[in-house]
């Protein structure tokens, strides 16, 4: 008999890109999680201590494999159907640590960023609010078969920008933030329900489908 329940919901991994715990991308993070949650979707809310690794090394990984935490973070991305990261900006561009982790789990076969829905915010102190590292954060994900979200929110002056509650204080701000993850959330959706996105284009050397040495596949 069919079933009257109906599809389960987007499971959605957040976690910001710093490791200092009351860093304002731990709070950006935060918040985004409870918007992805009052929006029916189940979050997956991670710190970027939950995946501690050592800096990538590829005589470490042939002796030893992959560390633990980039395991576990292959482990939550595929359980997800999308993930967010809030990623601070380190003199222009990715933090380390981000990059790195991006590195180790690069290794996992088969290759869990793609084909998978990212979306990046990031919160920052100055007027620009750490968008330029987000463009750069772009690069390895995209790099990796990752469909990352085109519209990217970017804090300034995040260090007053936050309510005692962990809400944005600028009404234009929290109303821009709460459309760009519902929008965000209706394309996840989308794929995951309709597969309305069948053509995925990729350029990731690690991952052929064919003998050829340099490729642009399409599955």
Known sequence: MPS?????????LVFGG?????????RLASLVAR???????????AAMRD???????????VAEGLPPGALALRDRLERCDAFVISSPEYNGSVPGVLKNAIDWVSRVRPQPFKTKHA?????SPSLVGGNRGLW???????HLGTRVYP????LANCYSAFAEDGTLIDSGLR?????????????VEADVRYVCLERRWYEFLGDRTEAAITQRSEE
Not at 54 to 59: F, L, N, T, V
Not at 151 to 154: A, G, K, L, P, T
Not at 177 to 182: I, K, P
């Open 136 to 142: 750069a954060l772009r690069v390895p994900l995209e």
């Open 18 to 26: 710093a490791l200092r715990a009351e860093s304002a991308n731990a």
């Open 175 to 187: 109303e821009r933030l709460a459309e760009t993850v519902a929008g965000f959330l209706s394309l």
């Open 119 to 123: 979306m990046l915010v990031s919160a």
């Open 4 to 12: 009257d329940a109906g599809p389960s919901p987007l499971r959605v």
């Open 51 to 61: 995946f501690a690794m050592p800096m990538y090394d590829g005589d470490m990984e």
């Open 151 to 154: 519209d990217m929110f970017s």
């Open 35 to 45: 918007l992805i949650a009052d929006a029916g979707a189940t979050v997956d809310h």
